[in-house]
């Protein structure tokens, strides 16, 4: 059985990065291992929320979001093939939870099906996965060029 570990945070996302991932009708079980990114929580609102609410929003964002991506992964009608959902620790590196999975399931290949965000640096899921940066001034220099020859024309 093959297994295939998909990290997701935008259920949209995932499903356009999962279409061509889906095995044919007479290939292997897959067993796929969902992972969940919860989005951050800002400072000012953390400030605000207890751990209790922060876990059950956590939960209820995982739910929504997984519900959303099953049905693309059961639409082939394949017989065998598993899904598994976890949701992933704000403390522990993706890096670490990707090993552990691993281990766990045996070996496996993964998936970053998270939507890349403007500003902001994902985290690698494996240690061999370089950290792409995306820094706020280069967006504003192309910004800014794309102004310019806005204004030529």
Same mark, same amino acid.
């Given at each position: 059985?093959?297994?295939?570990?998909?990290?997701?945070?935008?259920?949209?996302?995932?499903?356009?990065?999962?279409?061509?991932?889906?095995?044919?009708?007479?290939?292997?079980?897959?067993?796929?291992?969902?992972?969940?990114?919860?989005?951050?929580?800002?400072?000012?609102?953390?400030?605000?929320?207890?751990?209790?609410?922060?876990?059950?929003?956590?939960?209820?964002?995982?739910?929504?979001?997984?519900?959303? $991506?099953?049905?693309?992964? /059961? !639409?082939?009608?394949?017989?065998?093939?598993?899904?598994? &959902?976890? *949701? =992933?620790?704000?403390r522990q590196s993706l890096c670490?939870l990707t090993q552990s999975f691993?281990?766990?399931?045996?070996?496996?290949?993964?998936?970053d099906a998270r939507r890349p965000?403007?500003?902001?640096?994902?985290?690698? $899921?494996?240690?061999?996965? /370089? !950290?792409?940066?995306?820094?706020?001034?280069?967006?504003? &220099?192309? *910004? =800014?060029?794309?102004?310019?020859?806005?204004?030529?024309?």
């Open positions: 059985m093959e297994t295939i570990i998909v990290f997701i945070d935008d259920a949209d996302y995932a499903v356009q990065m999962l279409q061509p991932m889906q095995p044919a009708a007479g290939q292997a079980p897959t067993r796929w291992v969902l992972v969940g990114c919860t989005p951050r929580i800002t400072r000012r609102i953390s400030k605000w929320v207890t751990q209790s609410a922060r876990n059950n929003w956590q939960t209820n964002w995982a739910d929504k979001v997984f519900a959303q $991506v099953l049905p693309s992964l /059961k !639409q082939s009608g394949r017989t065998g093939d598993i899904v598994i &959902t976890h *949701l =992933a620790p704000s670490e691993t281990k766990q399931y045996g070996s496996s290949r993964v998936l965000k403007l500003g902001h640096d994902l985290q690698p $899921v494996t240690d061999c996965q /370089k !950290q792409q940066t995306h820094h706020v001034a280069g967006y504003a &220099t192309a *910004l =800014a060029g794309v102004g310019m020859l806005a204004g030529l024309d």
